[in-house]
């Protein structure tokens, strides 16, 4: 998996907008989507206990080990129109 640094600020600053600095961003694989799978973003105050954790850029993300084997090809990065940050978007690295 791999989260753009402008994607990282955007998590970041909606951290602390919402007074979660010291969540996790938890990423996973939910439901289908055209490509066979959705993914879920949510911030939890702790990882589960089967989680795997990384730190990309000051970012602390967790995600399952089974969900993790599907999200090696993800790219998180953000959507922009007329150079405003709209959300995030999710790709497959290549795709972008």
Same mark, same amino acid.
């Given at each position: 998996?791999?989260?753009?640094?402008?994607?990282?600020?955007?998590? #970041? /600053?909606?951290?602390?907008?919402?007074?979660?600095?010291?969540?996790?961003?938890?990423?996973?694989?939910?439901? *289908?989507?055209?490509?066979?799978?959705?993914?879920?973003? /949510?911030?939890?105050?702790?990882?589960?206990?089967?989680?795997?954790?990384? *730190?990309? $850029?000051?970012?602390?993300?967790?995600? $399952?080990?089974?969900? !993790?084997?599907?999200? $090696?090809?993800?790219?998180?990065?953000?959507?922009? !129109?007329?150079? !405003?940050? /709209?959300?995030?978007?999710?790709? #497959? !690295?290549?795709? #972008?």
């Amino acid at each position: 998996m791999e989260i753009t640094e402008e994607a990282v600020e955007v998590i #970041k /600053q909606t951290m602390q907008l919402q007074r979660m600095e010291r969540f996790f961003f938890r990423v996973g694989i939910e439901g *289908n989507s055209r490509d066979g799978r959705g993914y879920a973003i /949510q911030f939890v105050d702790e990882p589960r206990l089967t989680d795997d954790v990384l *730190n990309i $850029s000051g970012l602390r993300v967790a995600t $399952s080990p089974h969900d !993790k084997v599907f999200l $090696s090809d993800l790219l998180i990065d953000v959507s922009t !129109k007329d150079g !405003k940050t /709209q959300g995030l978007i999710f790709t #497959k !690295k290549g795709d #972008k």
